[in-house]
């Protein structure tokens, strides 16, 4: 599951020219139901409201969720890590993963989650 999400995030995530913050929501068979884009990005920022994120899930029937973003480089800085944590949500969180054009980091893939 990690190297074919990882795959289909590089070739569309990591082709975006703004960050933005998406869902993929996964019913309990970790099948994709939908995949949403949460949050888009201002030109030096991008926020990511707990709140928002934490609605989502339900609305998508969803029994698990990975979230995704782009970033330059394919490494945790401590806002993701800080970001992630507070992420965790009432469905299982299976990653998060940082695209950085044709490199992917998996959270969990690191022992993050």
């Given at each position: 599951m990690p190297e074919l999400a990882q795959r289909c995030l590089r070739e569309?995530?990591?082709?975006?020219?703004?960050?933005?913050f998406v869902a993929l929501f996964l019913d309990a068979q970790h099948r994709v139901l939908a995949a949403t884009e949460l949050f888009r990005s201002t030109l030096?920022?991008?926020r990511v409201y707990r709140r928002e994120v934490v609605k989502s899930p339900p609305?998508?029937?969803?029994?698990?969720?990975?979230?995704?973003?782009?970033?330059?480089?394919a490494q945790p800085s401590q806002a993701d890590e800080l970001l992630t944590r507070q992420l965790l949500v009432e469905v299982k969180l299976?990653?998060?993963?940082?695209?950085a054009g044709t490199q992917a980091l998996s959270f969990a893939g690191r022992g993050l989650l």
């Open positions: 569309d995530i990591g082709a975006r020219d703004r960050e933005v030096t920022q991008i609305r998508a029937n969803a029994a698990a969720v990975i979230f995704t973003h782009p970033s330059g480089v299976l990653d998060h993963f940082i695209v």
